[in-house]
């Protein structure tokens, strides 16, 4: 335990002791509340950072929770709750009421985040954001030596950050159909998370990653009043949110340089960070219930997203800044982009006689952005080559998006509904390949309930994607195919069967389908499917013994097709082409067992999850498919691909619970977590990454990669409730 | 349809709705019996019954199940005071509605569970046995969503998630299941004004922006979990080729033994995808 866990262990203390103060002098009031503490350890190989990756899992003595409530028969109330007090993953609430008047509520919550904590780093972070060599790594590089007699030099870096989120929020409901609130949130971001750099094809070609720092601050603002009064409903609303990044870019020794070149690249590289940026919007919406069951209901919101941090130059390359040919001298200093947002939609519901009910609604969403089109006279390629054609436009992306549709539901017996809706989305874009697409979807449902114990949901959707004229001066080319908005035709079916014969029994059937085509896609995505069957299943045996459990199984299908040109249109013999299958299955089983009431429960949980990605290649016999290096067997066959990836989680908690009397219980609990993945693209990883692709030999990488865990944790503790 | 024109259609809205009359669903009869007499007979139901928020209401049961006077007097007849089990969905809702008819209720009519016929009580159970759980929720919340929605509860016991298991987020700090303005009953008023509510620094706008990540961060991430890193729908380079075919290095194969594949694949150099605020940031590599 250090210094600082020990500090918020005293503030904790305090609060609760100021709350028991309360609760003490106060008259005719109650209190209750209960701690949970022990010990835990834990065994096993646990090294991993996926291990712990949202979550801190410590060995030693734990104060795991407590609550505490203070209720007043004049109305007040305190409710403190919190968790993992001291450790990263810790949280507490606060709130504080007057019945029907008002609540405040204080939050705060931790959590990590972490990357990998296997990386290594040649580099020193000298100032926040400047990552150094050696300078006789770079000079001896340059010089020709290999990159390999440096790395001996490399230290330990955790690429991990912490989320931590302060909230204060007040509700105020003292005036009869009136609602106000208000709160604001602070949340802070502090760790590092990796960041790559790299140089031109031309100019060195290496590549180098560091554990780039996170210094983000978001501060949110919310308020809003709302009236309702069963007939009437109207709200007001305002919300603000500012993100501050502590750090505005990182300059990054290169390797492979010790001297600017306009030939061979730069000595240092540098890359801008997230920017600063501001974000609010206006919320107001109203309803009112109409005669025969009917009620509109209409929303306007509009808002704005600004930034207007300050560009870092075109480059660190003092070289290139130098170039007759080349003006360093940025056009403007910063962007001064700005989105505007918008939202309007109006929905019409009614359900005017009994089996028969509609809705019809119109929204428009658009995020329209304002931001200036700069013309920068030149740039510079990854800190190595300078572009001198230019100017050099950034593209606006933005779009408005309209919605209109209805939905008609019959009921033709009390037990049966059947529904039908048509819903027609244009989306216009300012920027993209077309100019707009219009995605129309028809959905049939149908919705029965049999004598409370047989339930099944099913729909079905036909939904066709058209694009209109092509943007000529977003088009790649002929060739290109974005899949996100390219033609396509959709068919979807889902159904849900839940059967619950007795009270004691309960089975849920259910599957997914869906299947795109993209008939005009020669290239790129041509289709993808996706289907899934599930099940899930739970029963009693009286009160003393029950069980759950359930299985799904889900594929996924991308299939996609390419070619390396060098002319357009290119040789057909060229072509290539990926399928990809991406399969999961999903188990979960449970059991809770009190076999001596109201003193012996024991309960066990484990779910496992198992998911394989395969992706192949086909190529045309005899063509000549461009690639870096060729795969194993592919000059012989057709087809070839990437090794297996696979993760598997299994986490298996069993928990027993002796009860000594209503205050006090005891607990032990043994948790078993395993984690086993292969996945050939990160766990090669090392820092020298020329023993598997040899152009890479004058790069640096973390070496970061995520090993596999079989853990165990042995948890005892006492609860204590008062 | 322009912002004027919205204007104006929002105020010839509520013309038309301040000139209509009141709803169907009118004010509660005389005959209230009071909370006291209904524990004579539903003694463990008024016992749950007062642990819950809902005691607060000055009706106590009636305020739900209606004046009791005429079942009393029935002896006990069940056609003269309101079981929700005899209620349609929207009907039971109804309820519900005359008080619960702001904040996170607001959109409720004809959202999507209001037109599958789903009630207010298929989720909230009014007097729970035991401990009063958090918004009376009938089971915790995870456990509640995923009882239908059985593929995201496999979703999110993937290796790839977001920090739910650990108790960090809720299926609604994302999704209002009572209805909302945004897509897929979102919080926010669409897939990425929901992402940029934690994720602020994607938010920009950037000087070179990336289309399909400006439009629709569900393009390249599933947010409910992933079998891939960064809940990436895919794996790079493949995710990435999907769309850039066309010319050079993006249209070639790279095998697992090369640098454009291994490691983060394409964002190994274009590390900036989410946009870029550099003057040399065209390619996303600064």
């Given amino acids: 335990m250090n210094v600082t866990r020990t500090l918020k262990y005293l503030v904790l203390g305090a609060a609760m002791a100021s709350l028991a103060s309360v609760a003490l002098f106060a008259q005719d009031s109650t209190t209750s509340g209960d701690i949970q503490a022990g010990g835990q350890t834990v065994t096993g190989d646990h090294s991993s950072s996926k291990f712990q990756q949202y979550e801190e899992i410590p060995s030693g003595l734990v104060l795991f929770g407590t609550a505490f409530a203070w209720d007043s028969k004049s109305g007040y109330t305190v409710d403190f709750k919190g968790e993992n007090f001291g450790y990263d993953d810790q949280w507490a609430t606060l709130e504080w009421a007057k019945k029907g008047q008002w609540k405040l509520n204080i939050d705060f919550s931790q959590n990590p985040r972490w990357f990998s904590n296997t990386a290594t780093t040649l580099y020193a972070e000298t100032q926040p954001g400047v990552f150094l060599l050696p300078t006789a790594m770079s000079v001896g590089i340059q010089g020709g030596a290999d990159i390999r007699n440096y790395l001996n030099g490399s230290q330990p870096v955790g690429l991990k950050y912490e989320r931590k989120t302060g909230k204060i929020a007040f509700q105020y409901t003292g005036i009869e159909h009136w609602l106000f609130k208000a709160s604001y949130q602070n949340e802070q971001r502090s760790g590092t998370q990796p960041l790559s750099l790299g140089s031109y094809f031309s100019v060195g070609n290496n590549t180098v990653e560091i554990a780039s720092p996170v210094d983000y601050r978001t501060n949110t603002f919310n308020g809003s009043a709302e009236y309702g009064d069963g007939k009437w409903f109207f709200s007001g609303g305002f919300d603000y949110s500012k993100f501050t990044n502590g750090l505005s870019s990182v300059l990054v020794d290169n390797p492979a340089r010790y001297q600017d070149s306009t030939g061979a690249g730069a000595d240092f590289w540098r890359a801008s960070l997230p920017p600063d940026n501001k974000a609010y919007s206006f919320n107001l919406a109203g309803g009112v219930n109409l005669p025969y069951h009917h009620r509109v209901v209409a929303n306007i919101s509009w808002g704005e997203m600004t930034q207007d941090a300050a560009f870092i130059p075109y480059t660190t390359n003092t070289a290139i800044n130098a170039l007759a040919t080349f003006d360093p001298v940025l056009p403007v200093n910063s962007f001064n982009g700005k989105i505007d947002t918008f939202l309007g939609s109006v929905k019409l519901t009614g359900d005017p006689i009994e089996w028969f009910g509609y809705s019809v609604t119109y929204r428009s969403y658009e995020m329209d952005n304002k931001s200036p089109v700069i013309d920068f006279p030149n740039y510079v390629a ?341 | 349809m322009g912002k004027r024109a919205w204007i104006l259609l929002a105020a010839a809205a509520a013309f038309v709705c301040f000139a209509a009359p009141r709803p169907a669903l009118a004010d509660e009869p005389s005959g209230m019996v009071g909370t006291q007499t209904c524990g004579t007979c539903h003694e463990d139901q008024v016992k749950a019954f007062a642990a819950t928020p809902h005691a607060q209401s000055a009706l106590g049961c009636e305020g739900c199940h209606g004046p009791g006077q005429a079942h009393v007097d029935g002896g006990g007849d069940k056609t003269k005071i309101r079981v929700f089990e005899n209620l349609t969905p929207s009907e039971s809702s109804a309820v519900c509605l005359k008080c619960h008819n702001k904040g996170m209720q607001s959109q409720w009519i004809g959202s999507t569970h209001d037109s599958r016929k789903l009630a207010c009580v298929t989720c909230h159970d009014p007097h729970p046995k035991g401990a009063v759980p958090k918004a009376l929720l009938r089971k915790p919340e995870f456990e509640l969503c995923t009882s239908c929605h059985l593929q995201r509860k496999a979703q999110l016991f993937r290796s790839g998630h977001m920090p739910m298991r650990e108790g960090k987020m809720n299926c609604t700090s994302c999704h209002n299941p009572h209805g909302s303005t945004g897509p897929a009953m979102l919080l926010q008023n669409s897939v990425n004004e929901n992402c940029y509510s934690c994720h602020a620094e994607k938010r920009g706008p950037f000087l070179w922006e990336h289309a399909p990540v400006r439009e629709n961060c569900l393009t390249c991430h599933d947010p409910h979990g992933s079998i891939q890193d960064n809940l990436l729908r895919m794996r790079p380079p493949i995710l990435c080729q999907q769309c850039h075919t066309s010319t050079r290095h993006p249209s070639q194969i790279h095998t697992p033994a090369d640098r454009f594949a291994f490691n983060q694949g394409c964002v190994n150099c274009h590390a900036m995808i989410h946009g870029s605020n550099s003057p040399s940031g065209q390619r996303f590599e600064r």
């Fill in chain 1, 382 to 722: 990854a800190d190595s080559v300078a572009e001198l054609n230019g100017p050099y436009s950034n593209d606006i992306i933005g779009y408005k998006k309209t919605t209109w549709g209805g939905e008609v539901h019959f009921d033709p017996v009390r037990q049966v509904r059947v529904g039908l809706e048509y819903t027609h989305d244009k989306m216009d874009h300012q920027f993209r390949e077309y100019e707009d697409n219009t995605v129309k979807t028809w959905k049939g449902t149908l919705d029965l309930t049999f004598s409370q114990w047989v339930t099944f949901r099913a729909s079905y959707s036909d939904i066709k994607n058209d694009v209109g004229a092509v943007n000529e001066d977003a088009a790649l080319n002929d060739y290109s195919s974005q899949f996100d908005i390219w033609r396509r035709d959709t068919t979807q079916y889902n159904a849900l069967l839940t059967l619950t014969p007795t009270s004691d029994l309960a089975v849920t059937l259910s599957t997914q389908y869906s299947k795109d085509k993209y008939p005009d896609s020669t290239f790129g995505r041509t289709g993808c499917k996706y289907d899934n069957y599930g099940i899930d299943v739970s029963y009693a045996l009286g009160e003393k013994f029950s069980i759950y459990g359930s299985y799904m199984y889900e594929k996924y299908n991308y299939d996609m097709a390419s070619q390396y040109r060098v002319t357009v249109p290119g040789n057909a013999l060229d072509d290539w082409w990926n399928s990809t299958e991406d399969k999961v299955d999903t188990y979960t089983l449970g059991l809770l067992f009190k076999p001596i009431s109201d003193k012996l429960e024991v309960s066990s949980d484990l779910t496992y999850s198992k998911g394989t990605s395969d992706s192949a290649f086909a190529i045309v016999p005899g063509g000549a498919y461009q690639g870096d290096g060729y795969f194993p067997n592919a000059a012989g066959t057709q087809y070839f691909g990437y090794p297996e990836v696979f993760n598997k989680l299994t986490i298996w908690k069993t928990k027993l619970q002796w009860k000594f009397n209503k205050n006090l219980s005891a607990a032990f609990q043994y948790w078993w977590q395993k984690y086993d993945a292969a996945n050939w693209a990160t766990d090669v990883m090392q820092p020298y990454m020329a023993w598997l692709d040899p152009t890479a030999n004058k790069s640096l990488y973390l070496s970061a990669t995520v090993p596999n865990y079989n853990a165990n944790i042995f948890r005892a503790y006492v609860s204590y409730k008062f």
